[in-house]
């Protein structure tokens, strides 16, 4: 018996066309009000009874450390770079600016 592997292609999913709108941008804005399509589309943490067992600590460990960075410090973009995607997206040639608020 050989060895199957079963693989979601969450980067396909995430930047469906016909669901988001310009899919492959960086807007955080478009969660002000999503849509129901969008938020059935989104699968962070995948759903149901075998979703991510680690979900909530992730996510508490997320706001906790955002809220943390963000009232310490400002951070400023000075090159967008691009994304280069292979399994897990990277950016390459970005550039933030940090300074102390």
């Known amino acids: 018996m050989g060895f199957m592997q079963v693989d979601c292609p969450f980067f396909a999913i995430h930047r469906d066309n016909d669901v988001f709108e310009k899919a492959?941008?960086?807007m955080p804005q478009r969660w002000q009000n999503p849509s129901e399509d969008m938020l059935r589309s989104m699968l962070g943490f995948s759903t149901g009874k075998r979703n991510c067992q680690g979900q909530l600590v992730?996510?508490?460990e997320l706001m906790v450390i955002l809220a943390e960075l963000c009232s310490k410090y400002k951070f400023t973009?000075?090159?967008e770079g691009h994304v280069e995607y292979y399994v897990t997206l990277k950016p390459v040639g970005s550039l933030l600016q940090v300074s102390s608020v």
Do not use: K, L, R, T
Request: net charge negative; glycine share 0%; proline share 0%.
């Open 77 to 79: 973009v000075v090159d």
């Open 58 to 60: 992730a996510n508490v």
């Open 24 to 26: 492959d941008e960086f």
